[in-house]
């Protein structure tokens, strides 16, 4: 490896913006802080050391509805990124999920001979298939989280190494029980209300998720509510806080948060990352989820999968519930809530099935963000033609 590399790394939301880090983590360690960083990220990167081209949150939209008001903005930033690399020439370019930007700024780079590695595939298995055979001429090597996705990639010739999924990796399971004890929650059902990270996923969800509180807590004594906030989402989250009709603790430290999952005794989220990280600690949940409507009739005919969230779909059965648009109303999601309050062998069941599915998304038990900087330190060191 050459002296002090660079790395340019792109994450375009929070889940990726985790990745990012813990890559930047990762590398820093293996090559004793001989390595620097530059790109896009969050919080959680920055944290870590690099100092972003343009905030994070400028990418954080989806839905094609969501999109369009965007596209000159978005535009500009994905020629910004592409000439920066350009100018930079680092050691290796790490994008992370985030297709829609992240693509596009590849395809500026054509014969640029850097290795170009991709974090998080795109999930093919439920649509565009011909993305796979795209991702060949785009990308040297692919990094996926699940470990059924290298077969889709690796039959195209595209160089693909399974990492395992970070949020399945080991936590401190005793640490919910201080949480509680620090918030002075021990007596308390807490039920965590999870709306989403982006701007947009919040303003849909969450006035669906207070009403929903509203009917649970007319059955549920002692009822807490417990948000976990994410960069830029603050503001939005309090304006409903007076909606709530029980005590309400929010969480903005990213350290407290995983011990913050583990002292929900329920949790209700939006479906995304959260989800896989509520099932690592055994918190059982229920998912909701809404889109713009244009946008999810278009979905309903290109998505070819059973269900939206990553448990469900890797033991191929619903065992966390989902009620997706339509059907996911307040009276909907709070009987669901209410059931795992009050069956207690409806909880168990979930539980255990939470657990085998973490067991198929942690690989061999090594930390995904070590396997991932393996990968990247193999790039920077193989020489280039």
């Not at 065992?319 to 669901?336: K, N, W, Y």
Request: aromatic share 6%; proline share 6%.
């Amino acid at each position: 490896m050459s002296v002090n590399p660079t790395v340019f790394i792109v994450a375009g939301e929070p889940s990726g913006d985790q990745l990012g880090a813990g890559l930047m983590a990762a590398l820093s360690s293996a090559t004793n802080n001989r390595i620097h960083f530059a790109g896009i990220g969050g919080e959680a990167m920055v944290s870590q050391g690099l100092t972003s081209l343009f905030p994070m949150e400028e990418l954080s939209v989806m839905g094609l509805v969501e999109v369009v008001p965007r596209i000159p903005l978005l535009s500009r930033r994905i020629n910004e990124t592409a000439e920066l690399i350009k100018r930079l020439q680092p050691a290796a370019i790490v994008t992370i999920d985030s297709p829609g930007f992240n693509f596009r700024v590849v395809r500026q780079l054509r014969n640029i001979n850097i290795p170009i590695i991709h974090y998080v595939a795109p999930t093919v298995w439920a649509w565009k298939p011909k993305r796979a055979k795209e991702m060949v001429r785009l990308f040297d090597h692919l990094m996926v989280l699940l470990p059924f996705e290298r077969q889709y990639f690796e039959k195209e010739g595209l160089a693909c190494t399974f990492v395992g999924h970070p949020a399945a990796k080991h936590k401190d399971l005793d640490s919910g029980e201080r949480f509680r004890n620090e918030y002075h929650l021990s007596d308390s059902t807490v039920l965590g209300v999870f709306p989403g990270s982006r701007i947009s996923e919040i303003q849909r969800m969450l006035p669906v998720f207070t009403d929903t509180v509203r009917l649970l807590q007319t059955t549920t004594p002692n009822l807490h509510i417990l948000i976990t906030i994410v960069s830029g989402t603050k503001n939005i989250i309090e304006k409903y806080m007076n909606n709530f009709s029980v005590p309400v603790t929010l969480v903005e430290n990213r350290m407290d948060k995983p011990a913050a999952f583990q002292a929900c005794n329920i949790a209700l989220a939006t479906s995304g990352t959260i989800t896989t990280e509520l099932a690592a600690v055994g918190t059982p949940m229920v998912v909701g989820y809404k889109m713009a409507p244009v946008t999810m009739a278009i979905a309903r005919r290109l998505v070819k999968v059973p269900h939206i969230t990553l448990i469900n779909l890797v033991l191929g059965k619903e065992v966390v519930p989902e009620f997706i648009q339509g059907c996911c109303t307040p009276v909907a999601l709070a009987e669901a809530l209410r059931t795992l309050i009050t069956d207690s062998q409806a909880r168990i069941l979930q539980i255990d099935s939470l657990k085998d599915g973490i067991h198929l998304l942690g690989g061999n038990g090594i930390d995904p963000a070590q396997r991932a900087a393996k990968v990247v330190e193999a790039a920077i060191k193989k020489p280039r033609c």
